[in-house]
């Protein structure tokens, strides 16, 4: 990020982040640890936690100055994650710019909208001061994630209708890239 910052053809006030799903947890993390160098936030599909290192969830995803991060291994009832592991929430609150989630509401990966209405909700409970949207498609999974033109994987593995997420994926876009210019100006 600080390099990035550094280049002359950047301004290092108008730096963002964008990710989507593993990524849309990089996007949070590095936004919330980084507030100074991230100036907005777009997170698809993304969870509101730290997620163990998938397939086999036996290990962290993330580190941070070498040492690893805390992590959940079940996911499935945020209740008892964040009783049992306080510290694997990303400290959305500290992100410093506007943000803007995107969610699948079939996503077979993780409940991406569950997740995404929990960090939404600690924004406002925090009285967050910047914008903060979620928009959630109710029929696409989560390969409302990938971004036109690219090709959408064959078949429903991430859950969702191939229909609704093609549909919805476009509508996601154009409504990312309205965000980052309203971000920018």
Request: charged content about 20%.
């Amino acid at each position: 990020m600080h390099w990035l910052g550094d280049r002359p053809e950047v301004d290092a006030d108008q730096v963002f982040m964008w990710g989507a799903s593993r990524g849309g947890e990089a996007a949070l993390l590095v936004s919330s640890t980084y507030p100074d160098l991230v100036h907005a936030v777009v997170g698809v599909v993304p969870a509101d936690v730290r997620v163990c290192g998938l397939p086999e969830c036996d290990r962290p995803a993330w580190t941070l100055t070498g040492e690893a991060l805390a992590y959940v291994d079940d996911f499935s009832d945020p209740v008892s994650y964040l009783a049992a592991h306080p510290d694997v929430l990303f400290p959305v609150e500290r992100i410093a710019g506007p943000v803007l989630l995107i969610c699948g509401g079939q996503d077979a990966i993780w409940p991406s909208c569950l997740m995404s209405h929990a960090i939404i909700d600690r924004l406002d409970a925090n009285s967050f001061q910047f914008a903060h949207e979620l928009l959630e498609y109710p029929e696409a999974g989560d390969f409302v994630s990938t971004p036109p033109p690219m090709p959408l994987p064959p078949g429903s593995m991430g859950g969702g209708d191939t229909v609704a997420n093609a549909r919805d994926r476009l509508d996601a876009w154009d409504k990312t890239l309205d965000f980052l210019a309203e971000a920018g100006s």
